[in-house]
Antibody, heavy 117, light 110 residues
Framework: EVQLVQSGAEVKKPGESLRISCKGS????????ISWVRQMPGKGLEWMGR????????NYSPSFQGDVTISVDKSISTAFLQWSSLKASDTAMYYC??????????WGQGTLVTVSS | QSALTQPPSASGSPGQSVTISCTGT?????????VSWYQQHPGKAPKLMIY???KRPSGVPDRFSGSKSGNTASLTVSGLQAEDEADYYC??????????FGPGTKVTVL
C-alpha cells in the first residue's frame, strides 16, 4: 500500500525549535516530490514548498521562504519540515503529500502543531 | 489571501449537480493545464479528485468532472450524494516552481 505516515502531534512553546517527519512507503520514494501543506485552525490549505528526495532540490512558496526548512533523508524514505524558532502563529495542522508536476495524489494523516506559552 | 478565487459555498439537493469555479490569471490557471481539485471532509486529510484539469484518479466516481476555460477552472459534481458534502479546494501551478491553493468551497447537500 502506498502511504505517507507523519509523526505525532506536538505541543511547543514560542521560540522553541521543532522538526516533524513524513515517511513514505509502498513506492519508490526518490521518484516523487514531497510537498508540505499548512492548514491553520478553521482555515484553508496553503502550499508551503516541496523537496525532491532524489537530489534534495527544494522549492518554497514565497509566503513561507525563510520561515521553515524542508529536508529529506532518502535512506529512510523520510521528509522533514523544520522550524528554528516557533511562533504562536505556527499553530496549525501540517500535511505532507506525494507530488508530481501536476498534483498531490497521496497525503499523510497530518501532524498537529500547537505553539503556546 | 489566495491568488485563486472560489465561491465560499455551494449547495444542491441529492441527485442534483453543483459546479464550483476557481478563477485565477494567465500566470496560473490560464497558463498551465496543471489544475487539480481536492476534497476534504472535516478532520480528515485532503483527497485528490481531479488532476490536469479534467483527469480522474482511479477510484474517484465519474460523477466528478473538471474543465477549464481561460483563467477559470471548474469542478462539477453530478448526482449529488450525502457523502459529497465537504470542502473542495483547487490548486494551480503558478510558475517558478510555485503552487497556489484556492480558498476552498464548502459544498452542502440539502
Amino acid at each position: 500500500e502506498v502511504q505517507l505516515v507523519q509523526s505525532g502531534a506536538e505541543v511547543k512553546k514560542p521560540g522553541e525549535s521543532l522538526r516533524i517527519s513524513c515517511k513514505g512507503s509502498g513506492y519508490r520514494f526518490p521518484f516523487y516530490w514531497i510537498s508540505w501543506v499548512r492548514q491553520m485552525p478553521g482555515k484553508g490549505l496553503e502550499w508551503m514548498g516541496r523537496i525532491d528526495p532524489g537530489d534534495s532540490d527544494t522549492n518554497y512558496s514565497p509566503s513561507f521562504q525563510g520561515d521553515v526548512t524542508i529536508s529529506v533523508d532518502k535512506s529512510i524514505s523520510t521528509a522533514f519540515l523544520q522550524w528554528s524558532s516557533l511562533k504562536a502563529s505556527d499553530t496549525a495542522m501540517y500535511y505532507c503529500a506525494r507530488q508530481d508536476d501536476t498534483s498531490m495524489d497521496i497525503w499523510g494523516q497530518g501532524t498537529l502543531v500547537t505553539v503556546s506559552s | 489571501q489566495s491568488a485563486l478565487t472560489q465561491p465560499p459555498s455551494a449547495s444542491g439537493s441529492p441527485g442534483q449537480s453543483v459546479t464550483i469555479s476557481c478563477t485565477g490569471t494567465s500566470s496560473d490557471v490560464g497558463g498551465y493545464n496543471y489544475v487539480s481539485w481536492y476534497q476534504q471532509h472535516p478532520g480528515k486529510a485532503p483527497k485528490l479528485m481531479i488532476y490536469e484539469v479534467s483527469k480522474r484518479p482511479s477510484g474517484v466516481p465519474d460523477r466528478f468532472s473538471g474543465s477549464k476555460s481561460g483563467n477559470t477552472a471548474s469542478l462539477t459534481v453530478s448526482g449529488l450524494q450525502a457523502e459529497d458534502e465537504a470542502d473542495y479546494y483547487c490548486v494551480s501551478y503558478a510558475g517558478r516552481n510555485n503552487y497556489v491553493f484556492g480558498p476552498g468551497t464548502k459544498v452542502t447537500v440539502l
